[in-house]
């Protein structure tokens, strides 16, 4: 089982300021753009703005099954949320806290079903 971190999300209140220190002042180049969302090419990893007011959170991503990252992860005791559909792209997720309650999420292709 391997996870990559994929993107750092900063929740933001003044998103023009931010996009113009990372874009301008930072010379990243603009990924993705949408309502309340921009995310930069950060080299092997993005950044993200996302609008509102919550802690930062890292997203990790997993190459295998979701279902079978999460129970890697919790057999070494990590407690993770249910796994839901991602709202945006065709993967699942599922998310958690780190010791002093700073949140991260993991996202992974769905398993296959034997119906």
């Not at 999300?9 to 993705?32: C, P, Q």
């Not at 309340?36 to 080299?43: H, K, L, Q």
């Not at 990252?69 to 699942?92: M, N």
Request: hydrophobic share 35%; aromatic share 6%.
């Amino acid at each position: 089982m391997a996870i990559d971190l994929q993107r750092i999300v900063l929740f933001v209140s003044d998103m023009e300021k931010e996009a113009a220190f990372y874009r301008d002042k930072l010379g990243l180049r603009v990924s993705e753009e949408r309502e309340g969302w921009i995310e930069f090419d950060a080299g092997s990893c993005r950044i993200a703005l996302h609008r509102g007011k919550r802690k930062p959170r890292l997203d990790f991503a997993s190459e295998e099954a979701l279902e079978e990252t999460c129970e890697s992860l919790r057999a070494r005791g990590l407690r993770l949320g249910d796994i839901k559909p991602h709202p945006v792209h065709d993967l699942s997720v599922t998310g958690g806290k780190d010791p002093e309650g700073n949140p991260f999420r993991i996202s992974g292709p769905t398993a296959a079903r034997s119906d």
